[in-house]
C-alpha cells in the first residue's frame, strides 16, 4: 500500500523521500476482497469469511449487504457523521418489527374472501400470502418519521421483507434500504446481536418497537406493544394502538433526556381523537 508523506515526514537526509510502502490492513472488505488494495482474502476453495490473511475489517455496518465488513475505526467513523446527521435533523433512530407487530400475514386461503388484504407471492414459493396491516398504520409512518429516522428489524427472511417494504413503502421514503432480515441476523434466536454491528457508537439514540422482548434481551429501548398476531383480533380500545405505537414512543422518557424537544404531542392527536369503541379486525 502506497502511502504519501507530509513535507515534515519528507525531511530525511535530502529530502528526497515522499512516499512509502505499508502493508494494507484491509479496512474496507467485500466478499473478501479487499476494497483498498484489491487483495483476495478467501482462502483457496473456502467458504465467505475464510480467510488466508487477518484483516481488520470485520464489522457488516449496511443492513443488507452483511458481506460487506469495515474496521473499527471506519465504522467508528462512519457512525459518527451519522450521528451528527441525526442530531442536525433533530431525530432519533426506530427500529420496527413487522410480523404481529404492525402486520399479520397468514396463506389461509379464506383469506380471499376479505377486503383490505395485501396479497402477494415470492420468487420461487408458490404460496400466496395474505397481509393486513395494523389500524392507521400508514398515518402512523408519516407521522412518526418526522421524529426518527425509520428501520426495518424483522425474523422473515430477505425476500418476504424487501417484499412487505416495498407494500408498506413504495415510494421508499420511510426506509429506504434500512431493512435487516433473518439472512442478515447474526444469531436465529436475538435481533440484539446486530445491535453493535449496525450502532457501534451506543443504542442511545434508538428506540425499539416489537411484539417480542425476548429478541431484544427486554432492552430499555424497547417499547413492547400488544401483538397483531390472530386472525380475529377482538380490539378493546382502538387508542390502545396509539399508546403503544404513537404516544409511547414519543414520550419514552430517555428520549426526552437525549432531544428534549423533539416528542411533540401532534405525534398521537391524531389517533387520540378517535372514539373509544368496540371493533373487530379478522382476516
Not at 502511502?3 to 512516499?19: D, T
Not at 432480515?181 to 444469531?187: K, Y
Request: aromatic share 10%; glycine share 4%.
Amino acid at each position: 500500500m502506497l502511502v504519501f508523506l507530509s513535507s515534515k515526514e519528507c525531511k530525511n537526509g535530502g529530502g528526497a523521500n515522499f512516499c512509502k510502502f505499508q502493508a494494507c490492513q484491509h479496512h474496507v472488505v467485500m466478499r473478501d476482497l479487499c476494497a483498498e488494495c484489491g487483495a483476495n482474502l478467501r482462502k483457496e476453495g473456502g467458504f465467505c469469511g475464510e480467510r488466508i490473511a487477518d484483516a481488520s475489517a470485520s464489522i457488516p455496518m449496511v443492513h443488507m449487504i452483511p458481506e460487506l465488513h469495515v474496521s473499527e475505526s471506519v465504522a467508528a467513523e462512519i457512525a459518527l457523521q451519522d450521528e451528527k446527521a441525526l442530531l442536525s435533523s433533530r431525530k432519533l433512530v426506530l427500529l420496527i418489527d413487522l410480523d404481529q407487530t404492525v402486520l399479520h400475514t397468514t396463506i389461509d386461503g379464506h383469506a380471499f374472501r376479505y377486503k383490505n388484504i395485501h396479497r402477494f407471492r415470492l420468487p420461487g414459493c408458490p404460496l400466496i400470502y395474505h397481509t393486513r396491516f395494523r389500524p392507521h398504520l400508514h398515518k402512523f409512518l408519516e407521522r412518526i418519521s418526522r421524529r426518527f429516522q425509520l428501520h426495518i428489524c424483522t425474523f422473515g427472511n430477505r425476500a418476504y421483507a424487501h417484499q412487505l417494504a416495498s407494500i408498506l413503502d413504495p415510494k421508499r421514503q420511510y426506509f429506504c434500504q434500512r431493512i435487516l432480515s433473518r439472512d442478515e441476523c447474526f444469531n436465529p434466536v436475538t435481533k440484539s446481536a446486530n445491535l453493535k454491528a449496525l450502532f457501534p457508537r451506543g443504542v442511545h439514540l434508538v428506540c425499539i418497537i416489537d411484539d417480542r422482548g425476548d429478541v431484544w434481551d427486554w432492552s430499555p429501548n424497547l417499547i413492547h406493544v400488544q401483538p397483531y398476531r390472530r386472525i380475529i383480533v377482538t380490539w378493546f380500545f382502538i387508542r390502545s394502538f396509539a399508546s403503544s405505537l404513537v404516544f409511547y414512543v414519543c414520550q419514552k422518557p430517555f428520549l426526552a433526556l437525549i432531544l428534549p424537544s423533539a416528542p411533540s404531542p401532534e405525534c398521537h392527536h391524531y389517533l387520540g381523537a378517535l372514539p373509544t369503541c368496540m371493533c373487530r379486525v379478522s382476516f
